[in-house]
């Protein structure tokens, strides 16, 4: 059966300071509320990874993501993070190819593909972000984009590495807009995505990929969101960096 994963993407905000109280208050509420059968999963800056590291321990329900990562495996490449690093202060998931990256610092398709690999090479479980803009839904040719995004970046991959990923269905014109997609479209997106991953790697692998949704998630719209099928769960900005709305989020499956 596939997991159930709430991420919380902190993107470049909280201090040192701030990170290690969040991720106390969180790591707190998750102990006693949070279910087994659900992952929760924090993404801090990488200047703040070991010591949250530190503050997870040995918590059951509650993983240390990267927000990136460099595709190479080390070298002189300054300012840049490898998956040895992240190895190193256990972090087990990386976010890769949030739009802001493809958006902001270029990140194409092609070089996703070879940052999965190398991510994949270090035993992390890549989170894959995806997405159209708003101008490609308003087009109404949202679905063969996503999937053609899938296919560039991942279709390279044997079954058993496949299983390995998770991907954030992440729609351009909801993130960080307060404008959610209903859970209608949610659903009708990841059931595509699988279908995708179906055409390619068969049903019985395309069921064990969870496929989260992202863009503006909350605690008073998870329940109907993650009500779909196919949403196996979320990839969360804003709603991240307050414990208590994070924590419920995961509480609404
Ligand atoms: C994100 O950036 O991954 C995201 C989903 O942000 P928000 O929840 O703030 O829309």
Known sequence: MRSKIVAGNWKMNKNLVEAKA??????????????????????????????VSSI???TQNVFLGAQNC????????TGEISVDMLT?????????????????????????????????AASITPIFCCGEPLEIREAETQYKYV???????????????????????????AIGTGKTASAEQAQQMHAEIRKHLASKYGESVASEISILYGGSCKASNAKEIFSGEDVDGGLIGGASLVAREFVDIAKSF
């Open 56 to 58: 997870l321990g040995d």
């Open 147 to 173: 999937t053609d995004q899938i296919t560039a970046s991942l279709f390279h991959l044997n079954e058993e590495q496949i299983k390995k990923i998770v991907i954030a269905y992440e729609p351009i014109w």
């Open 88 to 120: 190193s202060v256990c972090a087990s998931f990386v976010i890769i190819g949030h739009s802001e990256r493809r958006e902001y610092f270029g990140e194409t398709d092609d070089f996703l593909a070879k940052k999965v690999d190398t991510v994949l």
């Open 70 to 77: 460099n595709d190479n495996k080390a070298g002189a490449y």
């Open 22 to 51: 969040l991720a106390s208050e969180i790591v707190n509420i998750a102990r006693d509320e949070l279910k087994d059968d659900v992952k929760l999963v924090v993404c801090p800056p990488f200047i703040s990874l070991s010591a």
